[in-house]
């Protein structure tokens, strides 16, 4: 083990190219029959630029984002990298009420409030926060022109309209959400939550809004141990593994659609379901994951749907396995990104 760290320390960033090169060798990514339907570029929004100065020994995995970035510039020049653009007050209204937004920009959140949270304040945290939120919607957009887009970043969807929580500052899938319909891009999106913990801040947003369908597939003893309740939640035991999970998702999927027909699918994806996870209590592959992916691209493909990506929690024991989640689901992404679709 020391070796290894050695090793990481030493070689830096070409330890990481090579793991993750191995891994779209692999044949859970060469596999997809959908390769060849590629015919431009996805585009995926980055904000890891906006990095939180975080005490020293603090558990979230920050450097995870510039790491994916960096991979996927290495090891996928396809994929369009493009900086997030900053999300205003009045967008971030759409799903957070006034009074929160100005303590979270004016630097006036409490104590208890930065602690719920679980990053201090600071002018970064509320830039990052902007960027992850305008990525997604700069995602959704994008998705919507070509088929499929990415944020690299996002998926915090414990925020609440008036409190953040579990490392979410910011709904950033409610406020996209709700500022394509404004846009009059779409009117009816579905929410895939397919991190390992429930999206319970999406959940509670847009509990009352017939518009937005909720679907989470998340841990049954995993935080939030207060569950909100979704349009359609499934809760998975511990251990749960690949072939249990694939089958609750198609069957939650095919729920979802008899009851709901959306325009535009802002996918979670999680990567803390993998079994390699310090928090996540699944015990998902990599070809399980790689599978999850493709089940929810080829519904959305079956349908002529656009998908928007955000990548959620990831908390790998190993942060190089969390990363080659995430850039697993990019690379299957821009496999599944085509010429535009209609949707409006
Ligand atoms: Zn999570």
């Given at each position: 083990m020391c070796q290894v760290s050695?090793?990481?320390?030493?070689?830096?960033?070409?330890?990481?190219?090579?793991?993750?090169?191995?891994?779209?060798?692999?044949?859970c990514v060469l596999?997809?029959?959908?390769?060849?339907?590629?015919?431009?570029?996805v585009r995926a929004f980055y904000s890891d630029r906006f990095v939180l100065p975080l005490p020293d020994g603090h558990r979230f995995p920050m450097q995870k984002y510039r790491m994916l970035r960096d991979a996927v510039a290495d090891v996928l020049p396809s994929v369009s990298l493009e900086e997030a653009p900053h999300t205003s007050d009045g967008v971030l209204a759409l799903a957070h009420h006034p009074h929160y937004i100005h303590r979270v920009t004016s630097g006036a959140l409490s104590d208890a409030e930065q602690k719920a949270i679980g990053f201090p304040w600071s002018p970064e945290m509320v830039e990052r926060s902007r960027r992850s939120a305008g990525a997604t919607i700069a995602a959704c957009r994008a998705a919507i022109m070509a088929g499929t887009a990415v944020n690299l970043a996002g998926g915090t969807h414990h925020?609440?309209?008036?409190?953040?929580?579990?490392?979410?500052?910011?709904?950033?899938?409610?406020?996209?959400?709700?500022?394509?319909?404004?846009?009059?891009?779409?009117?009816?999106?579905?929410?895939?939550d397919l991190d390992v913990h429930q999206g319970n801040g999406t959940a509670s947003i847009l509990a009352t809004d017939d518009s937005v369908f909720t679907l989470s597939l998340h841990g049954e003893n995993n935080y939030p141990f207060d569950k909100a309740v979704s349009d359609l939640d499934v809760a998975l035991p511990d251990g749960?593994?690949?072939?249990?999970?694939?089958?609750?998702?198609?069957?939650?999927?095919?729920?979802?659609?008899?009851?709901?027909?959306p325009q535009l699918i802002i996918y979670l994806a999680g990567a803390?379901?993998?079994?390699?996870?310090?928090?996540?209590?699944?015990k998902l592959s990599m070809a399980g994951l790689a599978a999850r992916d493709r089940m929810v691209f080829d519904a959305a493909r079956t349908?002529?749907?656009?998908?928007?990506?955000?990548?959620?929690?990831?908390?790998?024991?190993?942060?190089?396995?969390?990363?080659?989640?995430?850039?697993?689901?990019?690379?299957?992404?821009?496999?599944?990104?085509?010429?535009?679709?209609?949707?409006?």
């Open positions: 050695a090793l990481r320390r030493i070689r830096g960033f070409s330890f990481h190219r090579r793991t993750f090169a191995k891994i779209l060798s692999s044949r596999d997809s029959p959908l390769l060849s339907f590629t015919s431009r570029p925020a609440q309209s008036d409190r953040g929580e579990g490392f979410c500052v910011f709904n950033d899938a409610a406020i996209a959400a709700r500022l394509m319909q404004a846009e009059r891009r779409v009117s009816r999106v579905a929410v895939v749960t593994d690949d072939d249990s999970y694939l089958a609750q998702l198609a069957s939650a999927l095919s729920q979802m659609f008899e009851r709901f027909s803390d379901p993998h079994e390699g996870d310090r928090l996540g209590r699944l349908r002529g749907l656009p998908v928007a990506v955000a990548m959620a929690g990831g908390y790998g024991r190993v942060i190089d396995d969390t990363v080659a989640v995430h850039l697993q689901t990019v690379s299957i992404a821009s496999s599944y990104c085509s010429a535009g679709l209609e949707t409006a």
